[in-house]
Antibody, heavy 116, light 110 residues
Framework: EVQLLESGGGLVQPGGSLRLSCAAS????????MSWVRQAPGKGLEWVSG????????YNADSVKGRFTISRDNSKNTLYLQMNSLRAEDTAVYFC?????????WGQGTLVTVSS | QSALTQPASVSGSPGQSITVSCTGT?????????VSWYQQHPGKAPKLMIY???NRPSGVSNRFSGSKSGNTASLTISGLQAEDEADYYC??????????FGGGTKLTVL
């Protein structure tokens, strides 16, 4: 069974940093592109970042470009999202998901709250 | 990149069919087959219902179907059931190598 388990969320002050992790199991991790998608409280879905299976190519939404970095460690079957210079508007549940163009499955999400 | 345009809400009675539209531009929906649809129940993670415009993942009911014409994609749910009540989101690949979602549509089963 394919499973994605996010961790690393929490409360952080504006301007701070946080690193999210997503542990994958049940499939050959390095064969698949992966993505992060977020959802602010009561709002819709927003694609954040994507990465190729090898990790050699990364893609980011304009809203996080220069602040967030997606990466992966295929030896550990783990996806990461390094988030710097966090802003109040980054407050959201962050989902890890398998895929570059269509996302399936999704993790349960981890909540990031940016507030002083 | 602006969000794709979806109606805020749609409704239908059990057994009826409904269609949710998703309008983009010639740089996203109109340009690529990479249009997907997701179902999200409250407090749950989204679930992929349709990918590549009209393909259903294994395990998704054939009551769900997708199509595209020009810059507008559509999700049709036939034989509405109570458990179909949820939020539905479309997404598309874009010419900027990014993905964009629609604002979401709340489906109410009357």
């Amino acid at each position: 069974e394919v499973q994605l388990l996010e961790s690393g969320g929490g409360l952080v002050q504006p301007g701070g940093s946080l690193r999210l992790s997503c542990a994958a199991s049940g499939f050959t991790f390095s064969d698949y592109g992966m993505s992060w998608v977020r959802q602010a409280p009561g709002k819709g879905l927003e694609w954040v970042s994507g990465i190729s299976g090898s990790g050699g190519r990364t893609y980011n939404a304009d809203s996080v470009k220069g602040r967030f970095t997606i990466s992966r460690d295929n030896s550990k079957n783990t996806l990461y999202l390094q988030m710097n210079s966090l802003r109040a508007e980054d407050t959201a549940v962050y989902f890890c998901t398998n895929g570059r163009f269509a996302f399936d499955p999704w993790g349960q999400g981890t909540l990031v709250t940016v507030s002083s | 990149q602006s969000a794709l345009t979806q109606p805020a809400s749609v409704s239908g009675s059990p057994g009826q069919s409904i269609t949710v539209s998703c309008t983009g531009t010639s740089s996203d929906v109109g340009a690529y087959i990479y249009v997907s649809w997701y179902q999200q129940h409250p407090g749950k993670a989204p679930k992929l219902m349709i990918y590549d415009v009209s393909n259903r993942p294994s395990g998704v009911s054939n009551r769900f179907s997708g199509s595209k014409s020009g810059n507008t994609a559509s999700l049709t749910i036939s034989g509405l059931q109570a458990e179909d009540e949820a939020d539905y989101y479309c997404s598309s690949y874009t010419s900027s190598n990014t993905l964009v979602f629609g604002g979401g549509t709340k489906l109410t089963v009357l």
